[in-house]
């Protein structure tokens, strides 16, 4: 008599179980690509007017309800959001485009899942008497500029436009709010300011932009760590749904927007008025022009030796930029 209808009922049995035991313990790890976070944990900015939006409504708690707790964290400029975000203190940080390019070639697994908004925030600005007329004249002066950050790589840009490298002046690394004071007092030439406090150094102290190019302004992004888009897509999905709402509802409501500015900040509705008027929100989806725009500004992280020798900053910007979440997000809306 033949065994083999025995001998393949035995072998059928044997890997129906051996497959359901493997997918019993492949199971949890599916789940926990899928689940929330038991706290989300995200950053808010003042050169950020969305997340404001996102923090003074509390849409991001009403769409996760109780399944997970959401805490926020002030950034006072890309660096630190940057900090806090490698750091594991905040899961999604709001960065201009360049830093987070700038972070990402040195070794940081980021990725920019969002576009924020479009902002010309940044330009070099003197005190109102200031005898500093071109950014040639800046030869030999004191900048203030905050390192890792779109004013500093805004600065590196302009000086280089105009014929000048980072040793032909002195940075003075200070945060964005000291700047702004140095400036102030006298005790640098000029600031690479920053929205909403470059708004209030020209309207409450005078201070004069010496050069603005809104084509050295880079984005503003919301990042990732690599592991956290791994393992929590589901929270991504959330997050980026969210600020859409916030996105839509910022454009919808501009004098609403410049009250919350106003409010968050603590700086006069006229300022957060000025910072709005050079913020652009039409255009959310990672892709094409802005992969083109940030190639287009790598190039002075590599001749200010900003970044490894060796490193392939094109390829950076490609591995930084992710745009299937925000698709998912957009489109499933």
Not at 4 to 12: I, V
Not at 261 to 280: C, F, H, I, N, W
Request: charged share 20%.
């Amino acid at each position: 008599m033949s065994t083999t209808p025995f001998r393949h009922g035995r072998l059928a049995r044997f890997f129906t179980a051996a497959s359901l035991a493997l997918g019993a313990a492949l199971a949890p790890l599916a789940q926990a690509a899928d689940a929330l976070p038991k706290e989300l944990r995200l950053d808010y900015a003042y050169y950020s007017p969305t997340s404001l939006v996102l923090k003074h409504f509390g849409w991001l708690e009403q769409s996760v309800g109780e399944g997970s707790k959401v805490t926020w964290t002030l950034s006072q400029g890309s660096n630190r959001a940057l900090e806090y975000l490698n750091s594991n203190s905040i899961d999604f940080g709001s960065t201009a485009g360049l830093a987070a390019v700038l972070s990402r070639a040195n070794g940081s697994p980021i990725k920019t899942v969002y576009i924020a908004s479009r902002p010309e925030w940044t330009a070099l600005v003197v005190a109102k008497d200031s005898p500093i007329k071109t950014v040639a004249d800046l030869k030999g002066h004191k900048i203030a500029a905050t390192k890792g950050t779109d004013p500093y790589l805004f600065t590196l840009r302009s000086l280089e436009q105009a014929g000048l490298s980072k040793n032909d002046v002195e940075l003075v690394h200070l945060q964005h709010a000291d700047g702004r004071t140095a400036l102030e007092k006298g005790d640098v030439d000029a600031w690479a300011g920053l929205d909403p406090l470059l708004a209030a150094s020209q309207l409450q102290a005078g201070s004069r932009i010496l050069y603005h190019n809104v084509n050295f302004n880079s984005y503003g992004v919301i990042n990732v760590t690599e592991k956290f888009a791994q393992q929590y897509p589901q929270a991504i999905d959330k997050v980026i749904t969210a600020y859409e709402k916030a996105r839509k509802w910022a454009q919808e409501n501009p004098e609403e927007l410049a009250q919350i500015l106003s409010k968050e900040s603590g700086l006069p509705l006229d300022v957060a008025k000025l910072q709005l008027q050079r913020t652009d929100f039409s255009n959310s989806q990672p892709g094409a022009e802005h992969i083109a725009a940030l190639k287009a500004a790598a190039p002075i992280l590599v001749t200010e030796e900003l970044v490894r020798k060796g490193v392939d900053v094109n390829a950076v910007v490609d591995q930084l930029i992710e745009p299937s979440f925000s698709k998912q997000a957009i489109a499933g809306r």
